[in-house]
């Protein structure tokens, strides 16, 4: 039989270099990929700094760890955070880690989980270095947590703005064109779940919605790059000839 259950996962968020207002839209996101059995978030929450999470840690039961800032150099709360990594590792109960920050510092420590064979997925803004995103098994841009994000085209609620694109679709076709490039057979046609499954291991931080879009199959056809068609379920698509320019006397 094959196995069903939900992949454990332990959720550490730097407040430091997190915003609030991501919450929502982060315990949605991690909901995808499994059951956050353990949420814990790290800082110092004595003073009103950081009150924007201390107001939501009950609504997503997120446990602080309190870490006092008693110095102006590197906080207690990134060593806090490591150190309860590496016991919730070496416990072996977590099929997963999600490593919520920005901060290019907790990139050793994703790549040792990942050494582990256990898989990191990071959460921060589009700023944070390549290194720590790469590190990770697949980043998500906290922007696309907002509400609103890579729905460009959709209709908002009353009281909320979409959240702007932090790409153009256009930008997207270079990388969608080479995962077509690695898949592709005679004629040039590969599965729409074949090209994502190449994206991610393109590229850890591929985003429909950092480019404005929901889906994977909006941006295709946003970008008007790529030729699409269905056989039975499948969706196909092959890239459209890049045009050339005509030599003139």
Same mark, same amino acid.
């Given at each position: 039989?094959?196995? @069903? ?29 499994? $059951?956050?059995?353990? +949420? ?22 997120? @446990?602080?760890?309190? %870490?006092?800032? %008693?110095?102006?150099?590197? %906080? ?10 590496? &016991? #919730? ?5 977590? &099929?997963?880690? =999600? ?6 510092? #907790? @990139?050793?420590?994703?790549? +040792? ?16 270095? $390549?290194? #720590?995103?790469?590190? =990770? ?13 890579? !729905? ?20 997207? @076709? ?10 592709? !057979?005679e004629d040039g046609w590969v599965t729409l779940g074949a090209v994502g499954t190449q994206l991610s291991n393109l590229t850890s931080d591929f985003d429909a919605r950092t480019y404005g879009q929901v889906k994977l199959m909006d941006l295709v056809e946003k970008t008007g790059a790529f030729e699409v068609k269905? $056989? ?11 045009? +050339? ?5």
């Amino acid at each position: 039989m094959a196995d @069903t259950s939900v992949p454990r996962l332990a959720v550490l968020i730097d407040a430091d270099n997190a915003s609030a207002k991501i919450a929502d839209g982060l315990f949605e996101e991690i909901a995808k990929i499994g $059951e956050a059995s353990v +949420r814990r978030i790290y800082g110092d929450f004595s003073g009103s700094r950081l009150k924007g999470w201390a107001d939501v840690l009950a609504k997503h039961a997120i @446990t602080a760890s309190q %870490n006092f800032a %008693n110095t102006t150099s590197k %906080n207690a709360s990134d060593i806090a955070l490591v150190i309860e990594a590496m &016991d #919730f590792l070496h416990s072996g109960r977590f &099929d997963g880690f =999600c490593l919520v920050s920005s901060d290019s510092d #907790f @990139t050793r420590l994703a790549s +040792r989980i990942r050494e582990q064979g256990v898989d990191v997925y990071g959460f921060g803004e589009q700023k944070t270095p $390549e290194s #720590f995103r790469q590190a =990770c098994r697949r980043f998500i841009y906290t922007e696309n947590l907002m509400p609103g994000a890579g !729905d460009a085209d959709a209709q908002s609620e009353p009281d909320q703005k979409p959240t702007k694109a932090l790409k153009p679709p256009s930008a997207a @076709t270079p990388l969608i064109r080479k995962a077509i490039a690695q898949l592709e !057979d005679e004629d040039g046609w590969v599965t729409l779940g074949a090209v994502g499954t190449q994206l991610s291991n393109l590229t850890s931080d591929f985003d429909a919605r950092t480019y404005g879009q929901v889906k994977l199959m909006d941006l295709v056809e946003k970008t008007g790059a790529f030729e699409v068609k269905k $056989e039975n379920k499948l969706v196909l698509i092959r890239a459209k000839p890049r045009s +050339r320019r005509k030599s003139g006397s």
